[in-house]
């Protein structure tokens, strides 16, 4: 464990200082344009007993509250053009799409945005209300439940109209770091799957993005963006908490009085906190992302031009030939990903048509591209991503939107285990992820690619032009 915190430290201080050599992009610095930015935090804590999210084994309903639970909004833009955008973070495992559904609509009738331009990113805490899993729980039990979707909805709704209705003038800036405390999970043997771990010489990504919005020369609000599993506590856990995210926030809001801290996950489906196991590890890691936080802020910072434009596509992913019953029923009980289509061709007698999986892609002019992933995205999408365009304008957030399965790559279908057997793959294969042609991972990869413009292409290009020569 020495020696692992060691390398981390290391790796740390290697990635800052990349971070740091890329806002050398577009020249010198020049003051970054003001633009109405609006801001609002309120609690979304249960008030009640609920089932918890995230570990099937967890059977009761949670004990007290350990640590609040937040949701925070921020508009971008004034009402002109393409109207304002909304980023709403929630410290929920997964909020349901109808109820994200629902808040958009009831935001709708009062403000004018499209839909590519409000994104939900959930924090995945794996110690808060099971909404998801709603459906398969029953009496009191689901009444509790339900009485917390209806008071998070409207206070879902509410945080964004007040984000919406008080907009004042502001100014994005961005910075890299990077945190340690991220570690691959996937302990494999004879390279396969054998179960969980921390892994320090497997695929993982430190790098810590910060955007900074600024009032009047004073810090109004930080965003930072981390890609790891939001999982510190686990099943033998029983009571509300955060988790590192959760702490971060505090922890952030704590060092900056009167600053608004956001969190977004990345790409971290494979990546567990380590150590974990403790509401201290929580604050732990809280902490140290708070310091990297803080460590940033002395600069230097990109600034970024305001002018936003929205794209979004929803993957339609067809599903494969459904094979006989009771093939679809040994999948299922292999793993939950098959089950739904299982349940559907029993049903009706023929698999569902395809999956959707939407993307959306936020673009500040040529500064900054945010890609915002639906579902538990694994790293190596955001590695891949910033190998083939400009890392240094690129943010990728995972788990927005929609959390209902793992989103896996090539190197972890042909490493096999539990998040391919539990991925999308898997499902629209009936529990054969490898025969999906082509893979989800290239489908994304084009996809996002499709959705920026030219311009985050063209350095990477350029640089590989001139390497070919």
Known sequence: MVLYRWMCSCLVCVLAAAGLAAVSHGGESSPPTAVPIGLAKVDITPETPVRMYGYAARKTESEGVAGRLKATAMAIGDDAGEGPAVLLTVDCGSVPSDLRETVFQRVAETARI????????????????????????????RDRLARYAELLTDRLTGVVKEALGNRQPARLELARGAVGFAGNRRVLTDGKWSGFGCVPDAPVDHELAVLKVSRDGRVVALVANYACHNTTLRGNFTQIHGDWAGCAQECIESDQPGVL????????????????????????????????????????????????????????????????PEAARGAAGASSAPRAPRDKLEKEGRAPRSRAYPIVVWTFGDDLAMVFLSNEVVVDYALRLKRELDASRLWVTAYANEVSGYVVSKRLIAEGGYEPRNSLSSQVTFGRPETLEPAMEDRIIERVKGLLPQGFHAEREAGEMAAAR
Not at 114 to 127: D, G, I, K, Q
Not at 285 to 293: F, M, Q, T
């Open 261 to 324: 801290a956001m969190i977004t996950i990345g790409c971290g489906a494979d990546a567990d906190p380590c150590p974990h196991g403790t509401v201290a590890l929580c604050e732990q890691h809280g902490r140290a992302l708070a310091d990297e936080v803080s460590r940033l802020l002395a600069g230097p910072w990109i600034p970024i031009r305001p002018v936003l434009a929205a794209r979004s596509t929803v993957l339609a992913i067809p599903y494969a030939k459904a094979p006989d």
């Open 114 to 141: 499209a839909p590519e331009r409000f994104v939900l990113c959930n924090a995945h805490n794996h110690s808060g209300p099971n909404l998801k899993g709603m459906g398969s729980i029953e009496g009191a039990e």
